[in-house]
């Protein structure tokens, strides 16, 4: 039995966290969860009170929130080298951190009607959808990577959000995302984590 815990369900974000688990390489234990059962259980909710996967448990730690789950596994194994060193990590916590705001709160208010009105925009912490979407293509245009040339965490939750965007038409068909998802999920990591996790649908 591992003292890492991934709490997941097939049909979720705890897909982002598979696909990371796997490029770390380490052993850990599984436990799926169901909508409106186990995932609003009290057992699970004393793990993540918002019911909702995934979540992690790494001995005695407990993490949720996909960005934070990247970067905290990013962290524990550093013999993955999934984060670049301490002094170089600004562009890693920038788009890492971008994917988990701007960019999810702009596709998600989209797909669900929502139009922030240019009244708005200094409200919103993304400003307005096309500059978000304009931002997102420089961040995946400059290099293979978003942080240069080598893989990291910021690129398994960046490159989750693409590609779930360019797979479900929240995002426009840009030649520099669909690209970028290719190079990403070209990984043998990501193809571990689809087996295991299966079809979305």
């Not at 960005?67 to 013999?79: G, K, M, N, S, T």
């Not at 797909?111 to 995946?140: H, S, W």
């Not at 038409?169 to 990591?189: C, D, H, I, M, Q």
């Amino acid at each position: 039995m591992s003292d890492l815990t991934f709490y997941t369900n097939p049909r979720s974000r705890g897909r982002i966290i598979r696909w990371m688990l796997e490029e770390t390489g380490v052993d850990y234990d599984t436990a799926i969860l169901e909508y409106g059962t186990t995932m609003k259980g009290a057992e699970y909710l004393a793990i993540n009170p918002m019911g909702k996967v995934p979540a992690i448990k790494h001995g005695n730690t407990v993490v949720t929130e996909c960005a934070a789950i990247c970067a905290y596994l990013a962290d524990a194994f550093p013999e993955a080298g999934l984060a670049p060193p301490t002094h170089a990590r600004g562009d890693y916590y920038r788009w890492l951190f971008f994917a988990a705001g701007p960019l999810e709160s702009a596709v998600v208010n989209k797909a669900l009607g929502f139009e922030v009105t240019t009244e708005q925009e200094v409200m919103a912490g993304y400003g307005n959808l096309d500059r978000t979407l304009d931002t997102l293509e420089i961040a995946v245009s400059r290099w293979d990577f978003v942080t240069g040339d080598s893989f990291t965490a910021a690129d398994v939750y960046l490159g989750s959000q693409v590609s779930w965007g360019l797979a479900f038409n929240t995002l426009p068909k840009r030649g520099a995302f669909e690209a970028y998802v290719k190079r990403v999920t070209s990984r043998a990591a990501y193809a571990r984590a689809q087996e295991k996790d299966g079809p979305m649908s």
